[in-house]
């Protein structure tokens, strides 16, 4: 699974932004999708997944109310919203793949993409 994460910014706190990951596979549908970032400095953190028929989704407490994940399984992207943005949420964010259902630990997905840069100024 070939995964393009694109979307990325500068952009204002407060402002919002929303990023994007496609893949061209047809079996896009068979997989959960989920966003990490990479903070300056700091370790890669769990983000947000949506299971592979977007019927569940899983936030990290620190973007939970501010950040929405979607897919469009036609369209075979996974669409995370990400409004309020925060000086803290300034960081590489990538999309990663693994079979059915979502997971907050990073190495249990078996895609990833390339990563964006959010960057959010004051």
């Known amino acids: 699974v070939q995964l393009q994460a694109s979307g990325g910014g500068l952009v204002q706190a407060g402002d919002s932004l929303r990023l994007s990951c496609a893949a061209p596979?047809?079996?896009?549908?068979?997989?959960?999708m989920g966003w990490f970032r990479r903070a300056p400095g700091k370790e890669r953190e769990f983000v947000a997944h949506?299971?592979?028929?977007?019927?569940?989704?899983d936030y990290a407490d620190s973007v939970k109310g501010r950040f929405t994940i979607s897919r469009d399984n036609a369209k075979n992207t996974v669409y995370p919203q990400m409004n309020s943005l925060k000086l803290v949420d300034t960081a590489v964010y990538y999309c990663?793949?693994?079979?059915?259902?979502?997971?907050?630990?990073?190495?249990?997905?078996?895609?990833w993409g390339q990563g964006t840069l959010v960057t959010v100024s004051s």
């Open positions: 596979e047809r079996t896009f549908s068979n997989y959960a």
């Open positions: 949506i299971t592979w028929s977007g019927s569940s989704t």
């Open positions: 990663a793949a693994r079979l059915r259902y979502g997971s907050r630990i990073g190495n249990e997905y078996n895609y």
